[in-house]
């Protein structure tokens, strides 16, 4: 089996926002979505800190879609819109989507956004690659792992921009791969591990 | 605040806002027609053929030593995707957001798009169109007026680092403004020393050097956000083992990516050094060996003039200093006690009471003993807010080495004192003699391409006569001295960007009689302009070959990417217009090709100047330098660029203002304790990843995480009755600005930070620079790049707007 | 339609607030959600709130009327016509509900040819379907007068109004999520609430038309349903008081932040004012057999419980979108900038907020205008005018 995967260092990560931006730019995302946000942990203003000047502590942890093996919004679609495909990816058929958002009620991870409204584009044109579908009002998105990218063989967009070398790519079922090997050396953890959703993507320190 | 604040009345924010995207664009452009609406220009160029793709290739920002390398997507003519270019080593596959972000911000709201000529008072915003021709005639004329009344020097032509605009100021006989006062307050105090980083602390090897440093101690700088498109090098020194020490009063970025944060009271940088060195001496940690061989430790200081003793005085009207060799130094024969030349003698005296008799001088050494004595950690620890300990750990440790003291510009670097922490730093190097050796080295590590190996590019030849004038007073002093200037072309913001208090700036830019803004964004500085001419961006051209640079360890092309957007031109384009107005347009470059080959044909290198244009595009836009898989280090052989080769750690020019050798003193504004009793907290104006200076201040995508925003600790919010997210007014006597507050516990008490050019479009009302210092100690007129313009030497107090 | 033109001042505004929410659902067809107040934070919002309510509303009705075939309880047999009217109409607005929040209501058919069967939405739409078709036949049994099959109609009534409830609890209760939403006494409680608030609205329906003079009931089976609420509210306080010390007493982090949020957040005045008005109050007027018989007590008490059970799927289903998960600046990406005319730095929200818009509340009155609407003409025909054979094809169309 295929499990593909981002496995992310939280030291390395610098909480610059380039991965959010690439991928922004990359899936021709409009105005007012994102797929993939970086957040100072625990902190309500960003590059916030937690603890007491001076005792302090900064975590950036960059969110998007955690391609979940037990995936919350996959068991709750309706129509199976969204689906796992045979290398591991949670993906979204976009014409099966009704637009009833029971998956972004599912996600723990908050990964999943909505065309509220016809997409919005700054340059009021497509950006990014032109083998990204380009998505209708009324349906969910999310992280697609890059699917047009991985497809091919190339790193997804965010983990190719990183400028902290924070992002590996790989197939976690590739015991010899590098992010196999991550999650197994540097005891990479999941987020929200208690919620059982079991994600792909991982994070070590 | 004069006519900026009356020009937006009773608007709030975001409908000022909306308003200034339509000002920015075609200031009152009303009957513009197409011109003015961006979707007529944005419009596909051809709506009915098939999408055509293709891939070009450019570099993105010189200004933060970045220069990526970018692989750009063009769909139907418009650029959709921008990756870093593929060619090459990973580690030279770099980009940021802020490269990211030109897919939509190129052809943003903020861009000028027409010529615009002002028919408001200045300061007002309000423009109308007008052609080109018209334009440059118009310019041309006001030009030749000027010079013809005062000289040709009453034209300042004044450049960003970004702009191509080499040829335009020689041409015109103009002067260049001077010395900037930005990013040379510790370099004037380091650089003479080393007799490296003109001025900048650009003495640094590449931070790749770091991984094989046991201490990396960051001061003052923010690496993980300044170069943040080689952030991973930091981050993998730190694994390799490096112990990663960031001194920073706020938790800053890099702080928190560092092994320890050691928090620090702003502006006192020096004294951490200060204490450090009597540390050192006291404990006996310094490199002995080094300090006798490579510094002007031993060198004799005459008792009568407190100066160098040299061989013969030196010609004052000296073009270049006179070298070690022709005019040597002399140290003290430790056995015989005699002066000797400093080249005779390989284990000089350190002190002169090494040896007998009394000479009429003392050491280096000597005189430093006697001035660090106030100087202990004890002493340093009152001022700087560090625990004596901790200071003197941090002493021995960085004195066992091998370490690297990365300096920066963006914090003790804005304040008065800042030549003092430069030459106290040079002080900790010279006796450490962490320099020149594998994981030891000190300046600033910021910026992949200006540490790296740069390939040697030569110029396109201009004719003897285009030299730009001498500039007798500096840009930042001309709104308060006299001085010829009376007109001004500038290329990006000078008037909001590059001078501190801003009210006192404007009034003396309201003076003149001539005022040019190219730049392809409106920016708060055109406001003041009768003239804005929109140039080009980055990935705009009107010929296939734009230009080459010096980039991370190799050569980048800039070849066109998409046309130029609405009308704008490229500067060259621009330069070669103007030079038409003054009979000079046959010496420039037809072309950006033409200019690129003959940069390659004159370098000095000759596997440069071998290079062929066509290669180079074939190899998709990239050279890359020979030697890239070295490591690039500084000073290997331990000569130095300094007349005796030596790190010469006693300044001569300094007599006069008692800092021959480093002697503490206060910020000049923020040690003031008055006035600290009525604006108790000190602004510091910071670098951030969202921006580089003011660009990118209209980039909707970077304007979702930041706006400008004021940070403070949540103790001084709430001592003043304001809650997080609130709108807060920042005064002092010089005036205020409006902005959103956050509440951060990063943020030192006492302090309080914005990000660099906060602009009244971007903020709630007025200008950052409305209210930050612009005082030029007399020191500063000595130092190696004059005064530095010390902005976040400034106090303000905050209140609920 | 006897019923629609004795009321015309009331038919006439109940037509226009029809006409007006079918403008408004017009304006969110075109502009799409982004025309509510919905993001990508709180992604469910007003409409699922009436979903829920009116899902629970149907109960009543449909629970009273199979309980008094099933169990013989003769005189609610009375009240059996009215009853499955209102439960008929409030699960057809409350499917409406559904597919006016549906962002791709042109592709519903998806439904059909590729049902996910572990999605509890796929299961309360065939439980749903399956109860109104149940409400259909009990109509008609009814109304044909054949006793027989409306007992046997009724025996298949209770356990899917048991189970509609159940499985609607379940689209919520499921999501481990939502710490707030993921308990198994979620579908108790929706069972307990449906029966409260049904039997509520029942008893206002029956008064109302008694007032009216359309439909005789006797104040004995007004005093005894109002009885029979009084232990339904009893139940939905005690699930509510188990499932809130059961998220107290462990005092984990997720518990505490959903407490807060509900006792002093932004969700608590819809708490306070259910448990304070919703329970404890209609309780202790419905607890003594004396306000029993009085109907204006009767008539405070059950609007109070439909209004406290409204506050509470407020704050059932919003509490727990508050506060992420995964918590940190600068947050959600609120959704279409035009919408919540967020620029730059407001795009995103650390904490997620809801508040309905204009198009949102009209859209939901043009609704609830019509379900009033529909009940009265179905009143008109089934009952008040029943013997108008005419009059009851004129009314088909005005339900429609």
Known sequence: ?205 | ?801 | MELLKRNKALTGVLAVLVVVGVGCYIAQLVGGLAMTGMNNGTSWGLYITCFMFFVGLSAGGLIVASSASIFHIKKFKQVAMPAVILSTVCICIAGLFVLIDLGGLYRVWRILTGPNPTSPLIWDICVITCYLVINIFYLHFMRKGNDHAVSIVSRFALPVAILVHSVTAWIFGLENAKEGWYTAILAPIFVASALDSGLALLLLALTGLRRKGIFEVSQDLIASLAGLLATCVAVDAFFIGCELLTTAYPGTEAGVLILSELTAGPTAPFFWIEILCGLVLPFCILVFAKNRQNSVLVCVASGLIVLGVFFKRIWLLFTSFITPDVYGAPGLISGSSVARHAQGVDSFAVISSYAPTAIEIFVVLGVLALGFLAFMALTGWLIGAGKNATATEQAAPATA
């Open chain 1, 1 to 205: 089996m295929t499990r593909l995967a981002i496995v992310i260092s939280k030291d390395r990560c610098v909480g610059c926002h380039t991965c959010a931006l690439s991928c922004k730019m990359q899936n021709n995302i409009p105005e007012g979505l994102m797929w993939n946000r970086v957040l100072t942990e625990g902190c309500d203003v960003t590059d916030g800190a937690q603890g007491t000047y001076p005792n302090l502590t900064r975590t950036y942890l960059p969110v998007a879609c955690q391609h979940c093996q037990n995936a919350a919004c996959q068991r709750v679609c309706p129509t199976g819109a969204t689906y796992k495909d045979d290398k591991g990816r949670v993906e979204i058929d976009y014409d099966k989507c009704i637009g009833c958002r029971m998956c972004m009620a599912a996600c723990p991870y908050n990964a999943r956004v909505f065309n509220w409204s016809e997409p919005e584009r700054l340059t009021q044109a497509n950006y990014g690659d032109a083998r990204v579908p380009v998505r209708p009002k009324g349906v969910v998105e999310k992280c697609t792992l890059c699917k047009e990218r991985t497809d091919d063989g190339e790193k997804p967009m965010c983990v190719i921009c990183c400028p902290g070398h924070a992002r590996f790519y790989g197939d976690l079922d590739d015991p010899e791969s590098d992010v196999a090997k991550l999650v197994r050396d540097k005891h990479a953890t999941a987020l929200l591990e208690e919620m059982g959703t079991q994600p792909s993507v991982h994070y070590f320190e």
């Open chain 2, 1 to 801: 605040m004069t006519g900026m604040t009356s020009s937006q009345g009773g608007l709030t924010r975001r409908s000022f806002l909306k308003g200034t995207a339509v000002a920015a664009g075609a200031v009152g452009l009303a009957g513009a027609g197409s011109m003015i609406s961006t979707d007529g220009w944005l419009a596909p160029a051809k709506a009915h053929a098939t999408p055509e793709e293709r891939t070009a290739y450019t570099y993105h920002q010189k200004h933060c030593g970045g220069c990526c390398a970018l692989k750009c997507t063009v769909r139907d003519g418009r650029l959709v995707l921008v990756q870093p270019n593929d060619v090459g080593e990973d580690m030279y596959r770099t980009i940021c957001l802020k490269g990211i972000s030109e897919v939509t911000h190129i052809y943003g709201d903020g861009r000028v798009q027409t010529p615009l000529k002002r028919v408001g008072e200045r300061g007002s915003g309000q423009f109308e169109p007008i052609s080109w021709d018209e334009a440059l005639d118009d310019i041309a004329e006001r030009v030749k007026e000027i010079q013809a009344q005062y000289g040709k020097d009453a034209l300042l032509v004044a450049s960003c680092a970004e702009a191509d605009s080499t040829f335009l100021g020689p041409l015109l006989g103009a002067q260049s403004g001077g010395f900037t006062g930005i990013d040379v307050g510790v370099g004037n105090g380091l650089d003479p020393a080393t007799g490296l980083g003109a001025g900048y602390a650009m003495s640094a090897p590449e931070a790749r050097d770091w991984a094989r440093s046991k201490l990396v101690l960051s001061v003052g700088t923010n690496y993980c956000e300044s170069s943040l498109p080689s952030a991973y090098l930091f981050v993998e020194a730190k694994e390799a083992g490096a112990h990663m020490v960031t001194v920073d009063p706020h938790y800053s970025t890099t702080a928190s990516k560092s092994d320890e944060w050691i928090p620090i009271a702003p502006g006192t940088d020096a004294a951490l050094f200060l204490g450090m060195v009597s540390h050192i001496l006291d404990n006996k940690l310094y490199d002995d060996a080094f300090v006798r061989q490579h510094t002007s430790f031993p060198f004799l200081v005459d008792d009568a003039t407190h100066k160098l003793l040299r061989d013969h005085a030196e010609d004052p009207a000296a073009e270049e200093p006179e070298t070690g060799a022709t005019n040597p130094f002399f140290v003290m024969d430790p056995v015989t006690g005699n002066p000797i030349r400093f080249d005779q003698m390989t284990m000089p005296a350190l002190s002169v009471t090494e040896a007998p008799g009394n000479v009429g001088a003392h050491t280096v050494w000597d005189l430093m003993l006697e001035t660090q004595k106030p100087y202990t950690t004890a002493w340093a620890a009152e001022i700087t807010g560090i625990p004596q300990e901790r200071i003197e750990a941090l002493a021995e440790e960085y004195a066992e080495g091998p370490s690297s003291l990365a300096l920066g510009w963006g914090g003790n670097d804005k304040m008065t004192n800042a030549d003092i922490s430069g030459h106290a730093a040079a002080l900790l190097v010279a006796l450490t003699g962490n320099i020149g050796k594998p994981g030891a080295g000190v300046g600033v590590y910021v910026g992949p391409d200006y540490n790296s190996w740069l390939p040697a590019l030569g110029a396109w030849p201009v004719p003897e006569e285009w030299a730009a004038a001498d500039s007798e007073v500096s840009l930042y002093d001309m709104p308060v001295k006299e001085n010829n200037c009376h007109g001004a072309i500038f290329w990006g913001d000078f008037i909001a960007q590059h001078v501190a208090d801003m009210n006192l700036t404007t009034q003396w830019a309201d003076t003149l009689d001539l005022i040019v803004s190219i730049d392809p964004y409106f920016t708060e500085g055109a406001k003041w302009s009768d003239y804005i001419l929109p140039a080009t961006s980055r990935f705009e051209y009107d010929d296939e070959i734009g230009n080459i640079a010096d980039g991370y360890s190799q050569l980048v092309l800039q070849e066109k990417v998409i046309e130029p957007l609405f009308e704008a031109k490229t500067d060259l384009w621009i330069t070669r217009e103007i030079a038409k107005r003054f009979g000079q347009d046959a010496y420039l470059p037809k072309t950006g090709a033409e200019r690129v080959e003959a940069m390659l044909a004159t370098s000095t290198d000759p596997q440069v100047a071998a290079l062929k244009l066509d290669d180079i595009v074939a190899n998709q836009g990239v050279w890359p330098s020979p030697d890239r898989s070295e490591i690039r280090t500084v000073a290997d052989d331990l000569k130095f660029a300094t007349p005796s080769e030596r790190l010469e750690v006693y300044y001569d020019n300094m007599v006069p203002f008692d800092q021959a050798l480093p002697q503490w003193e206060p910020c000049e504004e923020i040690g003031n304790e008055d006035l600290r009793a009525t604006y108790p907290l000190q602004l510091t104006n910071t670098r951030t990843r969202f921006r580089i200076h003011n660009q990118y201040n209209d980039a909707k995508w970077l304007q979702l995480y930041y706006e400008p925003t004021v940070v403070a600790n949540p103790s001084d919010l709430e001592a003043r009755g304001i809650a997080n997210g609130d709108i807060v007014e920042v005064f002092n006597e010089r005036g205020s600005f409006t902005v959103p507050c956050d509440a951060n516990d990063a943020i030192r008490p006492g302090s309080v930070r914005i990000y660099e050019a906060g602009t009244a479009d971007y903020t709630v009302a007025g200008n950052v620079q409305n209210t930050t210092n612009r005082t030029t100690i007399e020191r500063g007129y000595s130092l190696m790049c004059g005064p530095v313009i010390p902005f976040s030497d400034t106090l303000v107090d905050i209140r609920k707007a």
